[in-house]
């Protein structure tokens, strides 16, 4: 098999949760731009852009609309879970780790009967799985939470032949992200904290979903796939 072939998702069929925008949006563009038949999930109305790529958007709960996928196509090959919120102050908490913890778990759940072996589940994490980021208890309990969900996953999936990872990304300017990326001081700390000098943007996370979601990852399951820009790599401060 050649390396080209290897990262093809030509035939797979997949299904990304948060796909209105930012990252869910980017990453199911992604997946449909290496061949895979994709639809987006997420409860807005509509995307806030147009996709560049074929992909089919539903306005549905995560769980009813995997639901209503299967009952449409069977079995499929791929789950990315995107969908997240990050809204700090303790009266949030409880929303918090619903979004994008309990939520996550339910999506892998209601798909793990439905996924072909070999197929891929990718749960989007974040820095905040690994390091204790200020103001925000909630979304770093989530995401740590998260990460380890993701290795307990790859240990009852894999039986069945489905693999489980996260991708962990750094700051990426999206929507949620936007009031820091405004602010002269706060950009400038968290570009001054990266081994590359610079944010994310959401087309750094395509080619990690990408080869997650292929057989070029066939006997990769339960990591952290950090594409942070060296966020976690950096000590000091210059």
């Known amino acids: 098999m050649t390396s080209t072939i290897r990262f093809s998702l030509a035939g797979k069929t997949a299904i990304v949760t948060g796909a209105s925008r930012g990252i869910g949006a980017a990453l199911a563009d ?15 109305a509509k995307p806030d852009t147009p996709f560049t790529h074929a992909v089919r958007y539903l306005s549905r709960d995560v769980t009813a609309g995997i639901g209503h996928i299967c009952a449409e196509t069977g079995q499929f090959d791929i789950l990315i879970n995107a969908a997240g919120i990050s809204l700090p102050g303790a009266e949030n908490f409880a929303a918090t780790i619903q979004t994008n913890l309990t939520a996550v778990h ?51 999936y894999g039986p069945a032949g489905i693999r489980v990872n996260a991708i962990a990304p750094g700051y990426i300017h ?20 990266t081994c590359l000098g610079r944010w994310g943007n959401v087309e750094d996370l395509a080619g990690a979903a990408i080869f997650l979601a292929s057989d070029a990852s066939a006997y990769i399951t339960g990591i952290d796939l950090f594409v942070d820009g060296g966020w976690t790599a950096k000590g000091l401060l210059e």
């Open 106 to 156: 339910a999506a892998c759940e209601a798909a793990r009967p439905h996924m072909r072996a070999g197929a891929s589940i990718i749960n989007i994490t974040s820095i905040a799985s690994i390091l204790g980021l200020p103001g925000n208890p909630a979304y770093n309990a989530a995401k740590g939470g998260l990460r380890l969900l993701t290795k307990s996953l790859a240990v009852d």
């Open 30 to 44: 992604a997946l449909a731009s290496a061949g895979a038949s994709v639809t987006g999930l997420a409860r807005s």
């Open 174 to 193: 999206t929507a949620m992200t936007a009031a820091s990326h405004a602010d002269p001081a706060r950009n400038e700390a968290r570009r001054r904290h």
